[in-house]
Structure formats: structure tokens, C-alpha cells
């Protein structure tokens, strides 16, 4: 009896204990409007919180001695030791603004706390072009081949992802990837984007996130352009090979609740090539935000991108070597195209209460693509020549929606805080065909031709568990799919359909040794979807190959501006089959596997001065076929990226960077080799008031390099065999531009 009434006075003690919290609201010094996005770490417990759209944040298990701090990229660093009046009770915080540092980023419980670190190169040094901002994804390296008219070529972790089979590109929650597109999958033309108007990067490698889905198997990049902006600004730049752009940021509405402002961009250039170009882009968006800093923000864009060139092709190495044509001139300069998307998207935040929150979005897009080009010139027709046109007419409807709550459990130092989401995709692609073509005129024969309709319906679940120095990150996704392809070169109706389920386990750990270690592993399932037209010609066997990852890494501050991350990785796909939209020809490829380390370092020496490497090296191969055989054609093993940029130094700021890429495989048995090279940039500014003029230079050093190659089997008029080698396109000699930018 009295071991009973022990206990139960023990219980009652316990019971009784009041676990302390701390809340309050964080604002800007400048306007006294509260901040979204703040962080808010215990560095004593390692728990941590964000602000919400109301600026509003709630952290528990205060005790005191406690130490709190406040950060946001762009902000001085606030830190505030808890005392017994903060108990329980709410409190205000103003950030002062300040110029962005390394040290304005803390390493947190957080499952992709390295974009945060990321996101410091972009502010010290901006992109200049539409080109550059992948360039910022560590380890990721593009080529172009069409002189911006084409979307980017992207190498990432062993993998040539063409145009972006293996990565997931969202803007603002709206996908860049096409699926099922009339010149590969998974094409991601990011040139609608302004990159004056990026605000921030979220990226992460690896399939370990529920919240993604198709083509997230090498990593993810999400785009977030900004909703406000706090000067208008007009620039102008031009530059050798006829180059002239021309932007302006207008602010239109500049409300206590209400902003909004419009971006424009046009770009006009010849080329290099001794064809000129004839490039042009225009790009318009209007960008509106809503915020009642109570307890929801909407954010609103309209967009329209169009863009048209003639290209010189990739050229044949025997071609250039035999005196025939220069490294600048062309085998075929008929070779060119079109294309424009019109976008349209909403963005809607609802804080439901202090734990809870509903974020929602919906897009629509409506895009047309036309591209001529000639691979092999005469193998195929030895007298009108290899021309192929490839065109579709596309719309895109989606939308998603999310419910996040947190919860502080009953045992002390557990915080639990779930996501569940629902969504889907339709594209509608009408009239998606692959034809012969004449001088970009005459129709020559027709080898694909049809309608594809493809539906992707999805829902996830994914919830963050942490207790003292370790967090556990679980998700699941699942996604149906259903593809429908009407071939219209049948005479008698010809429509195929198949559906498909695909089940996507997801488990990240995360050790926080310190608020300068963390520890992490990483593992999942991912996939990129294969095109419709291959889904309906295999039955709908094998046609959602899966990929399985594993990440083991460290991100690490020694000192306060000073962060080194490194992973171990391993990547694994299993047999898929790939349409080759150039070719329309479905091409089966077998499992591949893939091994590698990545290493960054980003170290602020002073407070106008920054420096940044990252190092990736990878073994890639294919499982299927024997050594020696099993090299994938074009699959980088070693690259690297990085920078000096400087700010504030008198009224100059600029940077030098670089780019590498070694040499690789062209082919499966390394019998053909990509030449590698090393690349070199250079910007210069000067700022007086509110003017800036600027000189921007592209390969400082005038390197002779090729930016994209490929082993291709062709033949040149009146050859008498084909012959299989590199052709490639010749990357920018030395490129100055001027630029001039005035803010008011």
C-alpha cells in the first residue's frame, strides 16, 4: 500500500512540472512589417521553429540560461538568453538588415540544410544570365547546344540528364520538366525565367523526399522568385557577336498588404557562329503578393517567354580537321526553331492556428515547341539531307495542396511535426510529331504523329520526428499514372491507354552533434516516368524504372564563416526503356549504378569577400554488360565548380569563377572520348549612388573548348562511308559585355 501511494505522489510531482515555452513576433527594423521564414533555434536543446506568414513562432521547453537565436539570410544574427520574465510569456524581436554572410546561416536538425549555405552565393554573386542558375547547384554542370534556344544540357552525379530526365526543376511550385515531349523527356527550358527576379534556391540530391516525385532521382532544384521588390530598376547590356539585352522591374503596387511588380527582359544576339543567329527572347511577368500578416499570404504570377534562333549544329571533328569548315562554321545552318509558354500560377498560405497551416497552388501553362535539327546530314538521305523537325503544342494544368502540423509531445525535448499532401498534373500535347523536313519547308515524310494525353495524380505523407541531437525523417509517396497516345498516322483510329501505380519509401536521419556538425543518411526510392509513346508501345511493362539512393554525409562550421559538407553516395536504376525523340525509336538501356563523393567548401574571409569549391567525383557504369563494354556514354567522373567574389571593396564588387568538367566516355567502351576543359569568368562592377556599370567577361582566357559533344555516326555529301566520331558544338571564345543599371 505504502509502495502505491509512493508512486502516486511521484506521478502527482511529475505530472505537475509545466514544460515552458516561448512565442512572440519577428519584424523587419526598416518597415516594422513582420518576417516569414525567420529561424528560431534553441542552441542549448537544438529544437528549432520558423516564423510564419504572420511573423508569429513558438518554441517549447524554454528553460532558463537558455540560448535563442534569430536568423534570416540578409539579417543580423539576434540572440537572446532566456531569463525567468521570458517564461511562457510573448515577446518581439526587430532584425536589423544586413549585407548576406555564411554566418547568417546556422546548420540546424534540417533534412536539406545545405541550400541554406547555397543561397549566400547567390546573393554575393547574382546570375547574370538564364544560363547560370543551375550553375549554382553544386556539382551540376550544363552545356548548351543551340546558343540559349534549346533548354540546357545537364550533367549531375554521373548522370548526362540531357535535358532534365533525372532532375525535378520547379518555379515557384510550378514544373519546368516536360513529360512525353516531342524532343526528350523530361525537357526543362528554364529560359522563361528572369534571373534578376530569383529570389532563393531549394536544392537537395538524391530521391528522398516525399514532396517530390517524377524526375526527382539525381536531386531536385526548386526556383522561388520574389514577391516584392524594394527598387525599380532599368538596365541595359551589350556585347561583342551583336549581343544586346535590355530588363526592367517596375513596382506597380506598393500597398501596406498589397505589392506587386512587373519584369521584362528582352535579348537579341548573332552567335559566335559564322552563321549569324538571329537570336531573340522576350520575357514578360507580372508578380502580385498579398499579405494580411495575421494569418494567410497569396501570391500571384502571369508570365509569357517566347524565343527564336537558327543554329549552326553540332559539327563533325573531321569536318573541322580536314580545313572543310572552322570550328565556328556548319555542316547545316538550317537548323533552328521556336518556341513560347505562357504561364499562369497561385500560391495560397493559411495558418489555420499557431500548429497548424494549409498550403496551396495551382498552375496552368500553355506551350509550343518547334525545333529543326541535323545529326547525321546525309546518312539517311543522301540527297535532300538528315533534317528532322520535332514540334507539339502543350497544355499544362496542376495544382497541390498540403497540410503541415506540429505537435510538442509529452516527453520533453520531442517535437513531431507532419505534412500531408494531394495533387495532380495534366498535360494535353496535341499534334506531338517527328518528321523529315527540307530547308525547314517542305515536309519530306512523317515518322511520328500524334495526340498524348497524360494524367499524374499523387498523394504523400511524410512527418519529422526530433528528440535532443537526432531527428527522423520518414515519407511515403504514391503516384498513379494514366498515359494515352492517339496515333494519327494510322488511317483507322489507333488510340492505346495504360495506367500504372508506383509506391515511393522514403527515411532520412539526421544527427545534430552541434549547432556547427551535422550528420546525416539519407535513403530512398525515386523515378523519372518514361514517355507515353514508349508506356503504350511496351504494354505499360517496365515503364516506371525505378531509382534507389543512399546518401552518407557531414555539413560542418569550424568557424562562424567557414561550412565544408561532404556525402558518400550511391544511385541504382533498373532496366527502363527510352524513347529517343530524335530518332522515334523506342531503345531499351539496362540497369546502371552509380558511386560517388561530394565535397564543398564555402569560407567568407572578410566581410566583402567570399570563396567557394565544390568537388564531385563518380563512378558510373552499367550493371548489364561486361568490363569494358560498360562505360555510359557521356557520364562525367569528375567535375568541379567555384569562385572568388568580392563586395563593398570602395564602390567595386565582382568575382572570378570557374567551371570543370575531365574528360569522358563518349561511348560504351571509352573507344571515343568528350574532351574535357576548364572554363573561366569574370564580372566587375561599379557602383556610384544609385547607378552600376558593369563589365562581364565569358572565358577570361579565350580557352578552345566544346560545351557539348556526342559520339554520332554520320556522313558528310558525297562521302563515300559513315563514320562514327565526336561532334560537337564549340564553346564561347573570350565574350565582353557592358552592362549599365540605374535604381530608383
Same mark, same amino acid.
Given at each position: ?8 505522489? =511521484? ?84 532584425? $536589423? ?52 534556344? $534549346? ?74 522568385? $520574389? ?22 522591374? =517596375? ?7 498589397? $505589392? ?155 517535437? =513531431? ?282 572565358? =577570361? ?44
Amino acid at each position: 500500500m505504502k509502495k502505491h501511494i509512493l508512486l502516486y505522489m =511521484l506521478f502527482a510531482v511529475f505530472s505537475s512540472v509545466k514544460a515552458h515555452e516561448l512565442s512572440g513576433i519577428v519584424v523587419s527594423e526598416d518597415n516594422n512589417k513582420p518576417l516569414q521564414g525567420v529561424g528560431v533555434y534553441n542552441k542549448t536543446t537544438g529544437a528549432y521553429t520558423y516564423t510564419n506568414v504572420s511573423g508569429y513562432f513558438e518554441l517549447d521547453d524554454i528553460s532558463i540560461n537558455d540560448i535563442i537565436y534569430f536568423y534570416q539570410l540578409g539579417y543580423e544574427n539576434q540572440e537572446l538568453v532566456i531569463v525567468e520574465k521570458h517564461l511562457d510569456s510573448e515577446i518581439n524581436i526587430t532584425l $536589423k538588415i544586413s549585407s548576406a554572410s555564411l554566418d547568417q546561416v546556422l546548420i540546424v536538425s534540417k533534412v536539406n540544410v545545405l541550400s541554406n549555405f547555397v543561397n549566400v552565393d547567390l546573393k554575393t554573386s547574382p546570375v547574370k544570365s538564364s544560363q547560370e542558375i543551375l550553375r549554382k547547384i553544386p556539382g551540376l554542370i550544363i552545356g548548351q547546344h543551340a546558343g540559349g534556344g $534549346k533548354a540546357e544540357q545537364i550533367f549531375l552525379r554521373g548522370f548526362d540528364i540531357d535535358h532534365g530526365t533525372d532532375i525535378a526543376i520547379d518555379v515557384d511550385g510550378m514544373p519546368v520538366n516536360m513529360v512525353s515531349h516531342a524532343h526528350g523527356q523530361g525537357y526543362a527550358d528554364m529560359h522563361f525565367i528572369i534571373p534578376e527576379t530569383i529570389d532563393n534556391i531549394d536544392f537537395a540530391k538524391g530521391a528522398y523526399y516525399a514532396n517530390k516525385g517524377n524526375f526527382n532521382t539525381a536531386g531536385y532544384v526548386d526556383i522561388n522568385t $520574389k514577391k516584392t521588390i524594394d527598387d525599380n530598376i532599368v538596365s541595359v547590356e551589350a556585347g561583342q557577336y551583336g549581343t544586346l539585352r535590355a530588363l526592367s522591374m =517596375l513596382k506597380i503596387v506598393d500597398e501596406e498588404h498589397s $505589392k506587386a511588380y512587373l519584369a521584362s527582359e528582352l535579348m537579341l544576339s548573332d552567335g559566335v557562329f559564322e552563321s549569324p543567329q538571329n537570336f531573340n527572347r522576350i520575357n514578360v511577368m507580372g508578380r502580385y503578393n498579398f499579405n494580411n500578416y495575421k494569418d494567410q499570404e497569396f501570391n500571384m504570377a502571369i508570365s509569357h517567354f517566347q524565343s527564336k534562333w537558327d543554329a549552326s549544329g553540332q559539327i563533325p571533328v573531321r569536318a573541322v580537321e580536314s580545313g572543310l569548315i572552322s570550328r565556328f562554321g556548319a555542316i547545316d545552318d538550317t537548323e533552328g526553331g521556336n518556341t513560347s509558354r505562357s504561364n499562369f500560377w497561385i500560391n495560397h498560405t493559411k495558418e489555420l492556428d499557431e500548429h497548424s497551416s494549409i498550403k496551396s497552388s495551382a498552375y496552368l501553362s500553355k506551350y509550343d515547341f518547334e525545333l529543326f535539327s541535323n545529326f547525321t546530314f546525309f546518312l539517311e538521305d543522301p540527297v535532300n539531307g538528315d533534317q528532322i523537325h520535332q514540334k507539339e503544342d502543350r497544355t499544362i494544368i496542376g495544382a497541390k495542396t498540403a497540410y503541415e502540423h506540429s505537435l510538442h509531445l509529452k516527453d520533453h525535448d520531442a517535437q =513531431l511535426k507532419y505534412e500531408l499532401g494531394v495533387g495532380f498534373r495534366y498535360d494535353d500535347v496535341n499534334d506531338v510529331q517527328l518528321s523529315r523536313t527540307l530547308n525547314r519547308q517542305t515536309i519530306l515524310e512523317r515518322l511520328a504523329y500524334g495526340n498524348i494525353d497524360e494524367l499524374n495524380g499523387f498523394t504523400y505523407a511524410h512527418l519529422t520526428y526530433k528528440k535532443n541531437k537526432w531527428t527522423l525523417n520518414p515519407g511515403l509517396r504514391l503516384d498513379y499514372f494514366n498515359f494515352d497516345y492517339e496515333n494519327l498516322l494510322t488511317a483507322a483510329y489507333d488510340n492505346k491507354s495504360e495506367n500504372k501505380f508506383l509506391v515511393s519509401p522514403k527515411l532520412n536521419f539526421i544527427y545534430a552533434a552541434s549547432p556547427k556538425l551535422q550528420v546525416f543518411a539519407k535513403t530512398g526510392l525515386g523515378y523519372h516516368s518514361n514517355d507515353t509513346r514508349v508506356v503504350t508501345a511496351n504494354n505499360g511493362k517496365k515503364i516506371l524504372p525505378t531509382a534507389f539512393g543512399a546518401d552518407l554525409g557531414v555539413i560542418m562550421k569550424p568557424i562562424d564563416r567557414l561550412v565544408i559538407n561532404a556525402a558518400l553516395w550511391s544511385l541504382f536504376l533498373q532496366q527502363e526503356f527510352v524513347y529517343v525523340g530524335d530518332a522515334g525509336i523506342v531503345e531499351p538501356s539496362g540497369k546502371t549504378k552509380r558511386y560517388g563523393v561530394d565535397f564543398g567548401l564555402r569560407y567568407q574571409l572578410t566581410d566583402g569577400l567570399f570563396f567557394n569549391t565544390d568537388v564531385n567525383y563518380t563512378y558510373a557504369r552499367s550493371s548489364d554488360d561486361p568490363s569494358g563494354q560498360d562505360y555510359i556514354p557521356l557520364a562525367p567522373d569528375l567535375t568541379s565548380s567555384g569562385g572568388l567574389s568580392f563586395r563593398d571593396l570602395g564602390n567595386f564588387s565582382g568575382g572570378l569563377s570557374y567551371r570543370f568538367i575531365k574528360d569522358r566516355p563518349a561511348n560504351e567502351d571509352n573507344s571515343i572520348v568528350a574532351d574535357g576543359y576548364f572554363i573561366t569568368d569574370f564580372n566587375l562592377n561599379y557602383n556610384h549612388k544609385n547607378w552600376t556599370f558593369g563589365l562581364i567577361v565569358e572565358n =577570361l582566357f579565350d580557352s578552345e573548348w566544346n560545351e557539348t559533344q556526342f559520339a554520332t555516326e554520320s556522313r558528310l555529301f558525297n562521302e563515300p562511308d559513315a563514320v562514327e566520331e565526336i561532334h560537337f558544338t564549340p564553346g564561347t571564345p573570350f565574350f565582353l559585355r557592358g552592362k549599365i543599371s540605374v535604381r530608383f
